[in-house]
């Protein structure tokens, strides 16, 4: 993914381009509606929920959960050893291939719905039918045909194969990626094709004068279009995956089987069969800090200023 | 290359057979479950419990059923009601947001990029309880009821898709030429007439894309609208959910209900998505800035 | 410029304002002229006109009789159900009824959040005595200390094809474990099997496993210790998982299914037993080809591997299973809500709710009006021999972890006898998890 970051073209000495607007002007008011609101329904639950991880909160303490006894890192340190380092394994993985897999597919479907022909706009809404399916019927649906005795396996079993057990053993885990490819690819369809919106039409022109074969233009020319969007949808798509919670749940139920016990479903289960809040608290910060680490590393590896696209034009 | 059709020629990215073929694959793939899904809810409940692809009895009963068996016009008139309000809502503060990130520094800038995309990896798991603490001690302490109204959810939903809208709107904008906002600040226009009448218009394709995410977002979720709601603020989620549900002991699965029922749920977006995606086309390169 | 597009977001925002405005926020009736009561329950999707027009009627009565409106919110599952108890518990507010599974009682009595029944609360409903004695067995701790008011009982029965039995010249139906595997085994041959059971489901394994070891005189909870290293618990999980993977008497499929889809495939009428199935099943056999064909039985209660009960068996022929309500302590109006439970467990209530849903009344008189119903013998005899599942807040980790020892499981009953070093290293699991549990409680 690292090698998809755009290139760095700014230089400190770009920013006295920008001139007319003195310091006194920018408008930094136009953010307080965002970040009130992110204030109130975000920072200050995820303080509560830091709060939560580290108190000893369960159903016999929940009552009175303000009064619950503080044990400081205690649920952090029991976390390891229920665990949820295997869960984020799974999840991570998990999260990584799925996307992995679905931006050929995102890419591929905005590149032929590209271009003008009659049908497209039906094509097109076609597309975006696993996307507009809620989770829990994706998940019901392929709970479905993915039964012992389901239409998958009697279709398999027609060219003489055995499908076996989809939706336990180690198997499961495969389901569940291939369901996740069925049901996120429209995402990067969609972020892909706004982002060959702006590929400007002289770009595809004089490459058309070129002559150029399609492959070599589409690398060269139209695809560098595409990185800075795809990337960001890539990066958004695996942090959905791993915090996907209706599809593992709909799909194996709970308890799930031990291939598929993604962070989500630990976390759930944890606080709401187990009841122990305090320790799925723990469990989620933990494994949120876990999945930031590398995000913000990798964030500042790509360097999120904004500006160099801006000065490509 | 003939010349009539040079101008459509020269956008193709893939030679014709491939058109064909990869759409033709696309389709498919799209289109065998989602057939599945469209016999199943023309069987009957026990043709699909017994595993039939192509039902034995072809009936549309699924589909007047259902409105019984959960109450889903509540629940697909609250979900449009609080999704639509969302979407727009999210992608005008998105848009906004989005603008001052792009177009001015500042102290503290790039920790507000990095945290828009952290803000990503929160699971929803986590903040659940927080999130309702929170909106009934509103309740408890200010008077104001939160819980069980659309707007406490309209609310949730907005944060939520915020930082994502955000986003999109960060990377689009920041692939637009200046020239335009700099002639007009020239001719003494204020921000908020500059984001209304330039970035506006110019950035509708990416300004639709933020909004559908959002109100999909607000469409797909289960668990906040679950404890959340009220029976009368219900969402189609909810009562998705609740036609799924198979209860303790006896009850035959209700496979064919829950197929027509999810097909209901899905046709506003898809007939919303048919009539807004015009907007998804054209953008930057129609809005007269070349 | 543009202007047609921002007409168009214009006339969007507009719409949404417009369809909004014809929605309305609705603030509920309180602080109005009457107070409004809030029951939690869990939705019927098998009978939903059924259960609309119950509402209504129940909500006409209590109006009539106190003055206050009845507003029913309803749970799509027990997870669900669970969500929305935990989230009132804690905010301290919410419905001021719940309608709680029998084995979810003790996990709410360890939240302390709901009102203890003293002799004053029960004469409010018209009395203790009013019960079925058997289902005040998982309302409290004990006597003194009881949360739970029986509304309905669902015993857990077998249903038998009765055809099928006959033709394999079995004259009546199991009564121990062993019979019945071995009636299964004569009755599996070419399309058809012995036993319909639910392997994937996520509330049916363990309740095998409980009674089986229940009847060998194991109740998995002694006070404070988990006992599920146990013989009596490795033999049930044994039979349990042998039915389909050493004697081969289930339908492979069977791997699948969650009790809804066991159901369905016994109405197809071929298979000889279905185990684990309640009267609320009874429409749905009677629309399938077994109907007027099969016969509900009670489930044996003789442990596997023995002929008779031991001594210390208990004769469990099911859980102590149905539906508790619960007033939440947090009320503004216990009151009323007392009144409300006195309405639906009335006799009169009770068999209404029991002709229109299938559940058997927990109202002692409303349960004797049904004895002469022959159809029924084997379900009031199951609704007497119930047993109280432990009642501890650690039942509901207990019962997890029983569950997923069938979960992790499952893929290897396809492939022949299941490894008995394998399933002890996950019963094992099981004892840790339950017993970590258990020194949590309080």
Redesign the interface.
């Known amino acids: 993914m690292a090698t998809l970051a755009p290139p760095e073209q700014k230089t400190p000495t770009e920013r006295v381009r920008r001139k007319g607007v003195t310091e006194q002007q920018r408008p930094l008011w136009l953010l307080t509606p965002g970040g009130a609101l992110m204030t109130v329904v975000i920072v200050l639950p995820l303080i509560l929920a830091l709060w939560i991880s580290m108190i000893d909160l369960d159903q016999y303490t929940l009552r009175r959960w303000v009064e619950a006894p503080f044990i400081g890192l205690d649920n952090y340190v029991e976390s390891f050893s229920s665990g949820l380092l295997n869960s984020i394994w799974i999840s991570v993985s998990f999260a990584v291939i799925s996307t992995i897999a679905t931006v050929p597919i995102g890419i591929a479907a905005a590149l032929v719905t590209q271009n003008k022909y009659r049908g497209r706009g039906l094509v097109r809404a076609v597309f975006l039918i696993p996307y507009v399916l809620p989770s829990f019927v994706v998940a019901s649906v392929w709970r479905t045909m993915l039964q012992p005795d389901g239409i998958v396996n009697a279709w398999l079993a027609k060219v003489g194969i055995d499908g076996g057990l989809w939706l336990s053993g180690p198997t499961s885990y495969w389901t569940l990626i291939l369901v996740e490819i069925w049901a996120a690819w429209p995402f990067i369809y969609l972020m892909s094709l706004a982002a060959l919106q702006s590929v400007d039409h002289e770009v595809h022109e004089a490459s058309a004068v070129d002559g150029a074969p399609w492959w070599p233009k589409l690398r060269r020319v139209i695809l560098p279009y595409l990185r800075g969007p795809v990337l960001l949808a890539c990066l958004l798509a695996t942090l959905n995956h791993i915090n996907n919670f209706t599809l593992p749940f709909v799909l194996f139920g709970a308890p799930a089987p031990e291939d598929v016990n993604v962070m989500p479903m630990i976390v759930y289960v944890t606080s709401f069969q187990s009841l122990r809040f305090g320790l799925s608290a723990a469990m989620a910060v933990l494994s949120l800090v876990l999945i930031a680490i590398p995000l913000f590393i990798y964030l500042r590896a790509v360097r999120l200023d904004v500006h160099e696209e801006g000065g490509r034009k | 290359m003939s010349t009539t059709s040079a101008s459509a020629e020269a956008t193709r990215l893939l030679p014709r057979w491939m058109l064909f073929v990869l759409t033709a694959v696309l389709v498919a793939l799209v289109l065998v479950p989602v057939l599945y899904i469209v016999l199943a809810s023309l069987n009957s409940d026990v043709g699909v419990a017994s595993g039939e692809f192509w039902p034995s009895s072809w009936s549309l009963d699924s589909y007047s059923r259902i409105w019984t068996t959960a109450d889903l016009s509540t629940g697909i008139l609250n979900s449009l009601i609080v999704c639509a309000f969302t979407a727009v809502a999210s992608a005008v503060l998105g848009t906004t947001t989005a603008y001052v990130l792009v177009r001015y520094t500042f102290f503290g800038r790039l920790t507000i990029l990095r945290g828009l995309v952290g803000l990503q990896s929160i699971p929803g798991t986590l903040m659940l309880l927080p999130v309702f603490v929170l909106f009934s001690s509103a309740g408890n302490y200010l008077g104001v009821t939160v819980i069980g109204t659309r707007w406490g959810l309209f609310i949730a939903y907005l944060t939520f898709a915020l930082p994502f809208s955000t986003w999109v709107m960060v990377t689009y904008l920041r692939g637009l030429p200046r020239e335009l906002e700099e002639a007009a600040r020239t001719d003494g226009a204020s921000t908020l007439v500059i984001l209304w009448r330039i970035i506006f218009p110019l950035s509708l394709p990416a300004i639709v894309v933020s909004g559908i995410f959002a109100f999909l977002l607000g469409w797909n979720d289960v668990l906040f609208a679950s404890v959340l709601t009220r029976p009368e603020t219900h969402t189609a989620a909810v009562a998705l959910q609740i036609v799924g549900s198979s209860q303790e002991g006896g009850a035959l699965p209700v496979y064919s209900q829950i197929m027509a029922a999810s097909l209901i749920c899905a046709a506003p977006v898809v007939l919303l998505y048919l009539a807004f995606q015009r907007y998804l086309v054209g953008g930057l390169t129609a809005g007269g800035v070349k | ?2 202007a047609k ?2 007409t ?2 214009a006339a ?2 507009a ?2 304002l417009g ?2 405005a014809c ?1 309305g ?4 009736g309180e602080g109005g002229a009457g107070k409004t009561l809030n029951v939690l329950i ?5 009978y ?2 059924e259960f ?1 027009a119950w509402q209504k009627d129940i909500s006409a009565k209590f109006k009539a009789a106190t003055g206050a409106e009845v ?10 159900e ?3 108890i ?2 009132s ?5 919410g419905p001021d009824v719940y309608a709680v ?1 029998t084995t979810f009682t003790p ?1 709410a009595y ?4 709901f009102v203890k029944m003293g002799d004053e609360e029960w004469q409010k409903i018209g009395g203790k005595e009013k019960f079925n004695p058997a289902t005040l067995g998982i309302s409290g701790p004990d006597e003194q200390n009881q949360v739970g008011i029986p509304w309905v009982s ?1 015993p ?1 029965v077998m249903a038998y094809n009765t055809d099928l039995l006959k033709a394999a010249g079995i004259e009546k139906p199991a009564t121990t474990w062993d019979e019945l595997t071995a009636h299964a085994k004569q009755l599996t041959k070419g399309d058809q099997y012995g036993l319909a059971i639910a392997y ?1 489901d ?2 049916d394994p363990w309740k095998f496993v409980w009674g089986m070891s229940t009847q060998a005189g194991n109740p998995l909870v002694d006070g404070k210790t988990a006992k599920l290293q146990d013989p009596a618990v490795q033999k049930a999980y044994q039979t349990y998982f042998g039915w389909l993977a050493s004697d081969k008497v289930v ?3 069977a ?2 299914w ?4 066991a ?3 016994f ?2 009428g071929k298979t000889g037993y279905f185990l684990l ?8 056999l009677d ?2 080809a077994v109907k007027g064909k099969w016969k509900f039985a009670l489930l044996p209660t003789v442990p596997p591997g023995a002929t008779s009960r031991p001594a210390n068996g208990v004769e469990a022929a099911s859980i102590l ?1 149905g539906d508790n309500l619960l007033i939440a302590d947090y009320s503004k109006n216990k009151d009323l809500a007392l009144e409300y439970v006195k309405l639906v467990t009335d006799q009169d209530a009770q068999l209404d709710y029991y002709k229109k849903f ?1 559940n058997l009344p927990a109202n002692a008189a409303a349960l004797q009006t049904l004895a002469s119903d022959p159809q029924l013998e084997p379900v009031t005899e199951a609704a007497k021999k119930s047993v109280a599942t432990p009642f501890t ?1 650690a039942w ?2 207990i019962q ?1 972890a029983l ?2 020892v069938a ?2 499981t ?3 009953l ?1 492939k022949g006898p299941i490894n008995t070093g394998q399933l002890d290293s996950r019963i094992a699991d099981a004892q840790k998890a339950a017993q970590s ?1 258990l020194d ?3």
């Open positions: 410029m543009n597009r921002l168009a977001l969007v925002t719409l949404a369809v909004a929605g926020d609705d603030e509920g869990g939705a019927n999707t098998q939903p006109d609309q507003k029913f919110e309803t749970f799509a599952s027990a997870n669900d669970l969500t929305k935990q989230t518990v804690v905010s301290g507010s599974g996990t360890s939240t302390g959040a669902r857990f994937k996520n509330f339908d492979p499929a791997v699948g969650t009790n809804p889809q159901v369905a495939a109405a197809k199935t309640t009267t609320t099943a009874t429409n749905s629309q399938g299973s299938g807040g509901a980790d997890l569950t997923n979960v992790q499952l893929p290897e396809t549990s949590r409680a309080k």
